[in-house]
């Protein structure tokens, strides 16, 4: 078990630009989710899946911000023509459905957009 | 999800325990308590989590009243590692995330 990893681990951007995270969750986990945490806040929900499947996405998702697990396996979240505001922490974390909602986070992805 | 309530900040000395509380007094009967720390740069840990009765594992032990409104979370021998911002969550069953609060940020001293 090598636990949650995310890459990468900072990224600084321009304003206008396009960037992707990845994040690789514990290999049984089903479930995935991506936080997104501003500083001297708590993560703030964004989306998860189940397997392959997004099944909830928050109104905080605009439409610049997609994500995807095309295998159920790892998972890329993109923003496009990325805004000052978009600069955070992005958290990934996986958990195995059933077994009490325990959630396992990464270290996150830090963007900076300048 | 029941909102909860936490005290921005609480310091500890070292060896002791802390004791950090939660208030959640619109909780519902299919509603788990989770708590969850943060250490500095890291992602949220998982701790522990309960329903009605009292848990414990190897980091916390997690006190839940009987009209189950608030909660504590005890860290028996505070260590300087321990130093972290504490959250405490409240999800229903039928909910598929954990929603984060400002949490308590705990400080141990030597």
């Known amino acids: 078990d090598t636990g949650v990893s995310q890459d990468p681990r900072h990224k600084i951007t321009k304003r206008g630009q396009n960037v992707t995270f990845r994040c690789d969750p514990i290999?049984?986990?089903?479930?995935l989710y991506w936080y997104r945490q501003t500083l001297g806040q708590g993560p703030e929900f964004l989306t998860y899946f189940q397997n392959e499947a997004q099944l909830e996405k928050s109104r905080l998702l605009s439409d610049r911000f997609s994500a995807e697990r095309p295998k159920g396996s790892f998972s890329t979240l993109e923003i496009q023509r990325t805004e000052q505001g978009d600069s955070a922490m992005y958290l990934c974390?996986?958990?195995?459905f059933g077994s009490g909602e325990k959630l396992f986070f990464g270290s996150g992805t830090q963007l900076s957009v300048l | 999800d029941a909102k909860t309530t936490q005290p921005p900040s609480m310091d500890c000395a070292e060896g002791r325990a802390a004791n950090l509380p939660c208030n959640h007094s619109t909780i519902s009967g299919n509603e788990y308590v989770y708590w969850y720390r943060q250490i500095h740069s890291q992602g949220p840990q998982y701790i522990i989590h309960g329903l009605k009765n009292n848990e414990t594992n190897e980091m916390a032990s997690l006190i839940i009243t009987e009209d189950r409104k608030s909660s504590t979370l005890i860290l028996p021998h505070a260590t300087l590692r321990d130093t972290a911002v504490y959250y405490c969550i409240v999800r229903g069953v039928n909910n598929n995330d954990m929603r984060f609060g400002a949490g308590t940020r705990l400080t141990v001293k030597p």
């Open positions: 290999s049984e986990h089903n479930r």
């Open positions: 974390a996986s958990s195995l």
